[in-house]
């Protein structure tokens, strides 16, 4: 998903620091840290670049519904070549709606959703939690059946605490599916 809307900037300025500059998104929000010495022109010449490479940096990490849709084929291949057929309908797409949810599939029409937060983590999480999706078209519950088909994919357990820690340290509370 493109920002379009101008981002809110603030600038954080430090006596500590001595000639580096770095930004990061905090929500809506982009903190700029700047050394204290700046003028405001240098302060305007850094916000603008570091702007811009902000911009650059989440360009290269977009990721779109048919990268996803690929990933799931490639993950069915894979991990569940027994089920081929079953998730072969599959339709998977990005969403933005889901804020209890690291993604959810409807079973009945092959529907997965990928929750958009989960865009800039680490691919082999985002493959965990497709396949994941991938595994509820095949079996609807958690039970061990389904669990079978989830860790086969061998970073499982490791994606799961990843995404654990990112629950609490961000106070997110998930649902199960």
Request: proline share 4%; net charge positive.
């Amino acid at each position: 998903m493109a920002r379009t809307r101008k981002p809110v900037v603030e600038v954080r300025r430090s006596q500590r620091r001595r000639r580096t500059v770095s930004a990061y998104r905090e929500g809506e929000r982009v903190v700029v840290l700047i050394p204290d010495r700046f003028s405001r022109a240098e302060e305007s010449e850094w916000v603008a670049r570091m702007l811009a490479r902000l911009a650059a940096r989440e360009e290269r990490v977009q990721r779109t519904d048919n990268e996803l849709l690929t990933r799931a084929h490639k993950l069915t291949a894979r991990y569940l070549p027994d089920h081929v057929g079953s998730t072969a309908s599959a339709s998977v797409r990005w969403v933005t709606n889901q804020n209890g949810r690291w993604g959810s599939c409807t079973p009945d029409d092959g529907t997965i959703r990928i929750s958009h937060r989960i865009q800039e983590m680490p691919d082999w999480v985002i493959d965990y939690v497709l396949l994941h999706e991938l595994a509820h078209l095949i079996v609807p519950s958690h039970n061990a059946a389904f669990w079978e088909l989830v860790n086969r994919y061998p970073k499982a357990e490791r994606a799961r605490g990843y995404l654990e820690g990112i629950s609490a340290a961000t106070g997110l509370v998930l649902a199960d599916d």
